[in-house]
């Protein structure tokens, strides 16, 4: 089990949280314009990382709050916590094959 | 040629106590070029190459593969076989795996020691009791056995089960499919390895793919870490690291790879003869001829490439067990572990061309990809030496995820995934 440090409640236990899935992913701004290739992009197609990832999670038995994680998916290190909406701090993108 | 096993090869082995068998299949040194490259290693990977030199005539294959034969989710999973999902292309696809598994042990010359003990699907509450009953009914209308049963009718199946008022998991009904049952996994690893290897077929273990040679929008051959091997076609039958691949070769998947975890009891005597699966609560348990009861359980809620899986879903998966089982209550667990499943969006897999010409892919299986090996090698087989997906396979492509003709198998295939 993962210990998650929320930035608003400190270090708790995985099982409180919520996982959002990737970070950054940005809603499209003129939605009527994409073509169904880059719909699917958007609604379908992520990061699948075997290294660092950045994802969103959710402290659901807590805060309630969102915010951001770096972590590398084979070690499960936690890298990083960082706000909603602020880009991600330099990391080693630790890309395992 | 590859001598046959028969009750006679066993007698005249035993006249030289056992120690002549010959050995399965070979290990050779991978040639310069093949035909057909399949990356992976594992049951599908395997299949692959057994049909495609069976019933395309391809003679010049190679299978090479990171680890060792079956080392991965084809010897981490809980060995169920069914084919009761709901709708109509998953359900040509598993039936077809199904009759395959049929006659698997006798077109192998291998025992897969399949035994079709019944698959039973618990529903828990009014919601899963409509959608049983709907599946069941999709199941009848596709020519596959199913039937439902009533509580009364569980208990008279598995009379372990709980069914006292007031559970924690009260069981209200079940589906039944009477082909349904389990397999050997090594054995169906080892057995499709040693028929492919007896049609011509290089087994290539302890051989990483580390990029592709691509040349034009086409591929020519696998950089490994022995070598450059080049190649007519290659296909990518890799589960859990089918992204690492498709970013190998420039495209994006829609899968995300995350742990599934199973686990063993220590060996009791037979106490459960089918198999007892409840979506609802993440949990599914099976007998081993060894005695062992097979437990399954969920998948983590992120993604991960660590074959453990989180502590917490063990607990909630064995909590379940305990409830539906209270005389499980003082066994212990003997080994847990986990396999890295790729899961579609819409829960089906994918067995498509790719972006990259010449280039196939099979992955997606998700959490339920055992069942489906032979059907689904076969179907792969078709698709690398057609150049194009056979009916059976012809819905399960890549760019359904932009037409937007999803498979969702989402519960509807009878477990949560």
């Known amino acids: 089990m993962l210990q998650i440090t929320c930035p608003h409640c400190g270090a708790r236990a995985e099982s409180e949280f919520h996982n959002g899935g990737e970070a950054h992913i940005e809603r499209p701004k003129d939605p009527a314009a994409l073509t169904d290739a880059e719909w699917a992009e958007f609604v379908f197609l992520r990061d699948n990382p075997k290294g660092l990832l950045l994802e969103r999670w959710n402290h659901t038995q807590g805060c309630r709050r969102w915010f951001n994680v770096a972590r590398d998916t084979v070690t499960y290190e936690i890298l990083a916590v960082y706000p909603m909406g602020s880009q991600p701090p330099a990391l080693d993108p630790r890309r395992y094959v | 040629m ?3 096993y028969s009750v006679f090869s066993l007698l005249r082995n035993a006249l030289s106590y056992h120690e002549n068998w010959q050995q399965a299949w070979r290990s050779p040194e991978p040639k310069a070029r093949y035909d057909v490259i399949i990356v992976g290693g594992g049951g599908h990977g395997l299949a692959t190459a057994y049909y495609l030199a069976k019933l395309h005539g391809i003679k010049s294959i190679a299978v090479v593969e990171r680890g060792w034969l079956g080392g991965g989710n084809t010897g981490r999973n809980t060995t169920i076989v069914r084919s009761n999902y709901l709708w109509d292309q998953s359900a040509a696809l598993y039936e077809h795996a199904m009759k395959l598994w049929e006659g698997l042990s006798q077109d192998l010359n291998y025992n897969v020691m399949f035994s079709q003990r019944g698959v039973l699907n618990l529903a828990h509450n009014q919601h899963d009791l409509r959608e049983t009953l709907r599946r069941v009914n999709a199941n009848r209308l596709n020519g596959i056995d199913s039937e439902f ?3 009364q009718q569980v208990k008279e199946m598995v009379p372990i089960i709980d069914l006292r008022e007031g559970g924690r998991y009260p069981v209200l009904g ?11 996994h090594d054995a169906v690893a080892w057995g499709y390895a040693r028929g492919a290897d007896a049609l011509g077929v290089d087994i290539i273990q302890e051989c990483a793919v580390n990029g592709f040679r691509i040349e034009n929008g086409k591929v020519t051959g696998v950089e490994t870490s ?3 091997i080049e190649a007519d076609k290659v296909g990518v039958v890799t589960a859990g690291h089918s992204s690492v691949m498709a970013n190998m070769a420039g495209f994006r998947l829609p899968v995300q790879s995350v742990p599934l975890q199973a686990l063993v009891s220590e060996p009791v005597k037979p106490i459960i003869d089918t198999v007892v699966m409840s979506g609802a609560v993440h949990a599914y348990v099976s007998q081993s001829d060894k ?3 097979v437990i399954g359980a969920g998948v983590d809620g992120y993604i991960g490439y660590g074959q453990r899986g989180s502590m917490q879903v063990t607990e909630e998966t064995l909590a ?18 986990g396999g890295i499943v790729d899961v579609c ?6 067995l498509s061309k ?8 099979n992955c997606g299986w998700g959490t339920g990809g055992f069942k489906a090996t032979p059907g689904s090698g076969w179907a792969f087989a078709h698709t690398i030496a057609k150049d194009e997906p056979h009916e059976l396979n012809a819905a399960f492509t890549l760019d359904r995820f932009r037409t937007g003709f999803l498979i969702d198998e989402h519960g509807a295939a009878a477990v949560a995934h």
């Open chain 2, 345 to 350: 969006p819409d829960a089906s897999p994918i």
């Open chain 2, 226 to 228: 022995k070598g450059l």
């Open chain 2, 320 to 337: 379940a067990i305990c409830e539906l089982f209270p005389l499980f209550r003082r066994m212990r667990m003997l080994r847990q572990w």
């Open chain 2, 2 to 4: 590859t001598p046959r």
């Open chain 2, 149 to 151: 049963l009533n509580a």
């Open chain 2, 174 to 184: 079940a589906s039944l499919q009477r082909r349904g049952g389990t397999a050997r």
């Open chain 2, 291 to 293: 005695g062992e009861l």
């Open chain 2, 354 to 361: 790719t972006p990259v010409q010449n280039l196939y892919l």
